[in-house]
Nanobody, 129 residues
Framework: AVQLLESGGGSVQAGGSLRLSCTAS????????MGWYRQAPGNKCELVSS???????DYADSVKGRFTISQENAKNTVYLQMNSLKPADTAVYYC???????????????????????WGQGTQVTVSS
């Protein structure tokens, strides 16, 4: 069975850092694009960052220079290093994977997890001022 296990969420003060991890199983990790979306209450689901199967990365303007996505194929794991966190970063963060995911899924969705790809259960990130 396909599984995406997220970890690393939590509560931090503004300016702090967190590293999210997403470990995948049950599908061919190397052939898949990976991404992190987030959704705060009352907000749309937005793409935070993505990494393609060939290693190309992309970031939302709101996180450029603060967040870094990376992957470790040997561990089937993708990471999101989040630095200089702001209260506006507070949301549930979802890991998503799929072949050609980047071209198939919009950067803005109404609801996370209701789109193409394998989605994790989400991990809460709370940033206090």
């Amino acid at each position: 069975a396909v599984q995406l296990l997220e970890s690393g969420g939590g509560s931090v003060q503004a300016g702090g850092s967190l590293r999210l991890s997403c470990t995948a199983s049950g599908f061919t990790f190397d052939d898949s694009d990976m991404g992190w979306y987030r959704q705060a209450p009352g907000n749309k689901c937005e793409l935070v960052s993505s990494i393609s199967s060939d290693g190309s990365t992309d970031y939302a303007d709101s996180v450029k220079g603060r967040f870094t996505i990376s992957q470790e194929n040997a561990k089937n794991t993708v990471y999101l290093q989040m630095n200089s966190l702001k209260p506006a970063d507070t949301a549930v963060y979802y890991c998503v994977a799929g072949r050609a995911l980047i071209s198939r899924v919009a950067k803005i969705l109404s609801v996370c997890r209701r789109a193409y790809g394998y989605w994790g259960q989400g991990t809460q990130v709370t940033v206090s001022s």
